[in-house]
């Protein structure tokens, strides 16, 4: 990690965990301004800004966009700022800005995308455009080919759709189509000025994954590697998800060591090596997308059957489901892999057997994840499709009532599964682990944590695990260890519900408030800004609830005591999220919950002879 996004980190993590007063993180007084003019200098981003008081402007570059980094005096004043000049015009180009942030993890439901045709077109002539079709926009983002235009809040889509085509648009409701690719290019659009130094790889071996060393002796012919990050998104090392980010010494160095990289064919993967970007950006005009292909079917295997055609930039694999996009260099080659109907599909039996597949042209945003609509179903299919779900959920329930399942929370995001389980299996055997996904729980802390559940083969060892794990520290983490079913509520007249609280862990919670309570018996966090703090001493909550109190650790804090039970744990067994998770599981693995007997001992006794052995059988047994 680079030391830009180590003090970004730093920033948006580690500053709210501290228990003194502090001054407005970075981020909190930082405006992204985009849409800017190359030649733009930093005295007329101060001019734009007077009346704000400006500590610092930075500005990047990356090919034809231009954007600033403008950090204010505070948060207020920052925010004050934006609202004055979002949107606004500045040397014919509208603006764009939006508080400085360190990630990208969606993209609003309001958003729709298009096709951009020229590519000298300015973000402020497709507003324009946009609005001559009868839409009201209100805000326009343009990284060619694409171009991202945002309506007011809770529209209807579908006539504004129809209206923008009938105008000429190539228009596309974005929470249709390919999420993944879009967050892809936006972060492209904008974070690249994140280091200028650094080299992102896509669609790398998983012998990097393993041995860093050997990524970067693979990577050092550009220049002197500062650091290497890499990441394994997913378990299945045919999908081409693995990526690394290479930092090097200079610019330089980074722009030699991508052009060297990309395309270099390692341990069977074809690397894409992208310097400030990540993303790759198809040529809509020579490219062409492969559907219906499996699951397991790479990106090597795909440029290989398409190269026939003619040569490519590149194939992607990455966020693309069952397809596969292929950009040639020219258009002509496109036009030839669109008579392509089958792709090879080896078997045992048969190693020239194929696959049927459509190849269609790639003139806009692609289409992976369409729309869930509801199944038209006849009269009662719906009733018995759901009453065999629940048949099957039941089943599944009652197969695991053979094992002694615990609760685990707050356990670190990053924490291997494996590590886990050989930690908890200190106290006996374990059946199986798993982690139901629960996306308001995950993001309640800075650093993101997560569930699980532990199923125990005996009972003894679930109530060890219970009595000797709740409220010990893993991974820097106090976890909470609770048996999964019965009633596990906290104590009604000792538990405060706490809203509008600093967003912070549950561990930095407790150091901020230990201090100004006595006993603290354990403080659960559901979501990123309520906590139940359960107390020890009723004197403590109504300490606790009077804000106005000398010292109070969180005095703009809400305060309210419990008024009706609720459970120290996320879910129960039954909850529909955990048995739908484990019936898939079970689906793929049948015999996973069959109850499995220990097999006895069959260590040979030791003979160690002598006189003492031969006492040995005569002393009697009661």
Avoid at 8 to 22: V, Y
Avoid at 52 to 68: F, N, Q
Avoid at 465 to 492: C, E, I, S
Avoid at 571 to 578: L, W
Wanted: hydrophobic share 35%; net charge positive.
């Amino acid at each position: 990690m680079s030391e830009t996004e180590k003090k970004a980190e730093q920033s948006t993590g580690g500053e709210t965990e501290t228990d003194g007063p502090k001054p407005d993180a970075e981020h909190q007084r930082k405006i992204n301004v985009a849409n800017l003019p190359w030649d733009v200098t930093e005295q007329q981003l101060r001019d734009l800004f007077s009346g704000h008081e400006v500590e610092k402007v930075e500005i990047y570059h990356y090919r034809k966009y231009t954007l600033a980094l403008v950090l204010f005096k505070d948060k207020d004043t920052a925010a004050a700022a934006l609202a004055e000049k979002e949107n606004s015009m500045f040397r014919d180009r509208r603006l764009r800005m939006h508080m400085e942030f360190t990630s990208i993890r969606h993209i609003k439901r309001e958003v729709i995308v298009t096709v951009v045709e020229d590519e000298n077109m300015t973000e402020e002539q497709l507003w324009d455009k946009v609005k001559a079709a009868g839409v009201e926009p209100t805000s326009v983002l343009i990284f060619y080919p694409l171009g991202y235009v945002t309506l007011e809040k809770e529209c209807d889509k579908a006539p504004i759709l129809e209206k923008l085509k009938a105008a000429g648009f190539n228009a596309h409701d974005l929470n249709q189509r390919d999420q993944n690719q879009h967050l892809d290019i936006w972060r492209a659009a904008k974070l690249f000025f994140r280091n200028r130094n650094r080299v992102q790889l896509l669609n790398i071996p998983n012998k990097w994954i393993e041995d860093k060393e050997e990524m970067k002796k693979q990577c050092a012919e550009g220049g002197t590697i500062t650091e290497a990050v890499s990441n394994n998104v997913t378990q299945n090392p045919q999908m081409a998800s693995n990526y690394a980010r290479i930092f090097y010494e200079t610019e330089e160095q980074a722009v030699k060591a991508a052009k060297a990289l990309n395309g270099r064919v390692v341990d069977g993967k074809r690397i894409h090596a992208l310097h400030l970007g990540s993303a790759l950006m198809p040529n809509y005009k020579t490219s062409v997308y492969v559907t219906s292909l499996d699951k397991g079917v790479t990106e090597e295997q795909v440029y290989d059957h398409f190269k026939q055609f003619g040569e490519i930039e590149f194939t992607n694999r990455r966020n693309c489901g069952d397809a596969a996009i292929i950009c040639y260099k020219n258009a002509a080659s496109a036009e030839k892999a669109l008579a392509c109907t089958t792709f090879p599909a080896p078997t045992e039996e048969n190693k020239d057997a194929t696959k049927e597949v459509v190849v269609k042209k790639y003139d806009g945003p692609l289409v992976l994840r369409p729309v869930a609509l509801k199944r038209k179903l006849k009269a009662g299919e719906e009733e018995k499709d759901q009453a065999e779900k629940t048949k099957e959920q039941q089943s599944v329930l009652g197969k695991l009532k053979a094992y002694h399942p615990i609760f685990v929370g707050n356990v670190p995001l990053n924490c291997p599964p494996l590590e886990l389980k050989h930690y908890f299996a200190q106290h006996g055997p374990i059946k199986f682990m798993f982690s139901p996904q629960i996306l308001a729980y995950r993001n309640s802390a800075p650093h993101p944590v997560k569930t699980f559940i532990i199923y125990y083969m005996n009972r003894p060892s679930q109530q060890n695990a219970v009595r000797f794990f709740d409220h010990k520290f893993f991974g820097g983490h106090r976890l909470h260890v609770l048996p999964l079913r019965g009633t596990q509520n906290m104590d009604v007249k000792k538990t405060i519900k706490m809203t509008k609280i600093p967003f912070m862990s549950e561990d930095a919670l407790f150091k901020k408030i230990k201090p100004f309570v006595g006993k603290i018996n354990r403080i659960v966090k559901k979501s990123r800004l309520i906590a139940y703090i359960e107390l020890e001493d009723s004197a403590d909550v109504e300490k606790m609830m009077n804000v106005e109190t000398p010292d109070h650790p969180l005095p703009k804090g809400k305060m309210e005591q419990l008024k009706t039970p609720i459970s120290a744990r996320l879910y129960n067994e039954d909850d529909v999220r955990v048995l739908n998770g484990i019936a898939k599981i079970v689906a793929k693995n049948p015999d996973m919950l069959k109850k499995n007997i220990q097999p006895p001992n069959k260590r040979p006794r030791m003979e160690f002879g002598g006189p003492a052995h031969e006492k040995r059988y005569l002393v009697p047994v009661w």
